[in-house]
């Protein structure tokens, strides 16, 4: 596990890979053994500056381009992403704990390419003939150069969401990757070199948010930026960008998600899809519902089948195969997971979990930022635990009795991306669907289901804008009105 030879740490700068220019690197520690698996280079000001130059250069003749002519790097690029797979996963669990057994991000990713491949052509205008002695018409055109800062939780699921379409649009881009999770967008940047992409058009960093992250936000060459992450990171690049430039910014932000249970729904299919929300890639998901209402007539019946399901996951070494529960992503995180179940304990009921360590993991997974499935009870609406994201196994259970009581305590939260309501009622599930102040209502399903052609993104302080297949393109396009005065 603590083989570092063959892994790519450099950054990919105007279509070659370089060290740090001030020789910086930092090292990333498997959060399974703590070993050491990787240094990485740490990108400078002199390096990021240099990333924006590059970009900057590159964007003329890559902007002159056809969407077919940009589409057909994009192909190549779809077909390396499918065939190293195995690399991919490997390098995540190495570096962040995601269990290979739940890989998919390199086929998303894969995905992503082959559909902006194609999608280029959408950036279209309007015309208007409806200013007597006027023919007007809107170009849509690309910014120039865009930033894309990305978090480390499906870094190349993230990776591929901002980078192509930015590119589709003919912008041309600098990528920082996170610095808990940097080695697939490294791999991802070798990939670029063997796909052919001309010099320049993706620049792929590796840093912390000082220096490079907040370089970025605030480059005066940068015309747009897409980040993904935290809100309070979130809020430091909106500032950022007024002070500087003023640049287009895209925030896909955290999130508080509650599932709303009414004693009518399909138990079974409510209780594994909440479980599985909530336990996927331990946690640590944007959307992931970590405060379930059930109504107070199932209660007993919900949280009894939630506990059985939640507790039988296989933590262990996320290399294995047969694991489906890994670690959280550093010792940062798992502080951070055991601050909440503290604070947890104090306000609520612990029904499940809540030990500091997962009992009899092997070596040398002993070592790990293991963290049980854990579950409150009766935990109070202004309790911090249900204010604040956790990012880790742990979901409030909490009851309700009416309908008005469901909406309000769901909406009673300054985040807002993702909700889901279980219910056979179709009317009531549109009520909810009407009311939940959420980017994206799920109805007999809950996250991680998401469609790849429905906008995604948060209401309140779960984000500002929209990605999707059909939106996303248009976050890297400037609209241009065009008056032609007609004798
Ligand atoms: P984070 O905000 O700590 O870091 C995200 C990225 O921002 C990293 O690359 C980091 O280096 C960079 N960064 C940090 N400080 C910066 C600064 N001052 N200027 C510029 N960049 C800076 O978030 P994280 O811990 O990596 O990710 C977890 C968060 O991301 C959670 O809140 C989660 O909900 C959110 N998230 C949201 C979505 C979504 O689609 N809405 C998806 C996944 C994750």
Redesign the pocket.
Known sequence: MGSTDKIETRLFINGKFVESSDGKTFPIRSPTSREVVAEVHEASEKDTDAAVAAAKAAFPAWSALSPADRGMYFKRLAALLVESGEEFSRLEALSMGRPVSTYFDNQAAASTFEHYAEAGYEAQGVSSLNTPGFVNMTFKQPYGVVAA??????PLV?FANKVAPALAAGNTVVL?????APLTSAKAATLIEKAGFPPGVINVIS????TS??I??SHMDVRALS????????R??QA?AAKSNLKHVVL????KSPAIIFDDCDLEDAVNETKHSIQFNSGQ???ANSRIYVQDTLANKFVEAFKEQFAKVTPGDPLDANTNHGPQADSVQYDTVHKYIAAGKSSGKLALGGTQDVPGLPEPTQHGYFVPPTVFLHTPEDAVVMKE?I?GPVVNINTFKTEEEAIAKANDSEFG?YAAVYTKDINRAMRFAKALEAGTVAVNCTSPTTARDMP???FKS??VGREGFGHSLNNFLETKTVLIKVK
Do not use: D, Y
Request: some cysteine.
């Open positions: 800062i990305i978090p480390w939780n499906v993230f920082k990757s996170s610095e808990k840093g912390h948010g000082q992250g907040a970025l936000s980040f993904t992450g935290s809100c309070r990171t979130g430091l690049i950022a896909e932000l955290g999130g998901v944007c959307m994201e990012f991306l995604f993104g948060g779960s984000g």
